[in-house]
């Protein structure tokens, strides 16, 4: 993959389809249907994954695709493959709570060497660049002239006084038992890929994932966390986590600053 070429195009592609989210958001209404695994789905999912589609696929064609919103990309089988949420958090859209992203990556050997996480209702955008360097990116997000960017990197963490960050639509009394192991001086909560985010700019230490999650759910944001000096690995027993699985499923995770000393599950 030539990462020059891949980073305009998705981070260009993610603007588009975060546009069209807003376009819907900000209706006075919008249908909600549910899916067979229970989980809701709107037009913005559905216009936001065809945008999004049509985009890697004029530019990637020979690159395999799995995206949520395309049950047939899910028979996928490989370890190298684009993979996009093409609106992650949809619980959040729904309840009008902003904490939404748009989430496009490139896994290659079973690792999410690049990513891009854009939340169109918080202006916030995150990308690696081409060199793997995480950065988040102000302004006015034009679509084919990259702004003003800084370089994030995780936080130097104290392990007498942690910044936690936990799922806003799916903590469960597991999530905080393993959360009371640490000496957490704060806890914040985020909707979707965000989480990731958080840690990669330091503004928090650790993220751990106690529940069920699919790879397009976490593969952009665990890029960004990559390239900010972060890490991403197993519940069980801290191995790296990685991408490919069957079914596209992940087990349970923690994402987290390499100072923070990882408690067992």
């Not at 990309?73 to 729904?94: Q, R």
């Not at 990116?137 to 960050?165: K, P, Y």
């Not at 106690?210 to 972060?230: F, N, P, S, Y």
Request: aromatic share 10%; net charge negative.
């Amino acid at each position: 993959m030539n990462y020059d070429a891949l980073i305009p195009v998705i981070r260009r592609l993610a603007i588009e389809a975060g546009a069209k989210i807003m376009d819907i958001y900000n209706s006075d209404d919008f249908d909600i249907k549910v899916k067979s695994d229970d989980s809701p789905v709107t037009a913005a999912d559905e216009a936001a994954d065809a945008i999004i589609s049509a985009g890697l696929r004029a530019s990637f064609g020979d690159v395999m695709l799995v995206t949520e919103e395309q049950a047939e990309s899910h028979k996928a089988k490989g370890d190298t493959f684009l993979i996009v949420d093409p609106l992650d958090g949809t619980k959040e859209f729904i309840h009008r709570r902003g904490d939404f992203t748009v989430n496009i990556a490139y896994v290659e050997n079973g690792v999410p060497q690049r990513g891009v996480v854009y939340a169109p209702a918080k202006n916030r955008m995150f990308f690696t660049r081409a060199d793997g360097q995480a950065v988040e990116e102000t302004g006015d997000f034009a679509l084919d002239v990259i702004g003003e960017t800084r370089e994030i990197n995780v936080a130097d963490s104290d392990n007498a006084a942690l910044f936690v960050v936990a799922s806003k639509s799916h903590r469960d009394q597991a999530t905080d038992d393993y959360i009371s192991k640490y000496s957490v001086k704060d806890m914040k909560s985020a909707g979707s890929s965000l989480k990731f985010c958080l840690v990669a700019t330091g503004e928090a230490d650790i993220y751990p994932r106690v529940g069920r999650t699919m790879e397009w759910d976490t593969a952009a944001g665990h890029a960004v966390l990559l390239g900010a000096g972060g890490d991403v690995v197993r519940f069980d027993d801290h191995t790296p986590l990685k991408y490919g699985k069957e079914d596209f499923a992940n087990p349970f995770f923690i994402a987290y600053a390499p100072k923070v000393d990882l408690k067992g599950a």
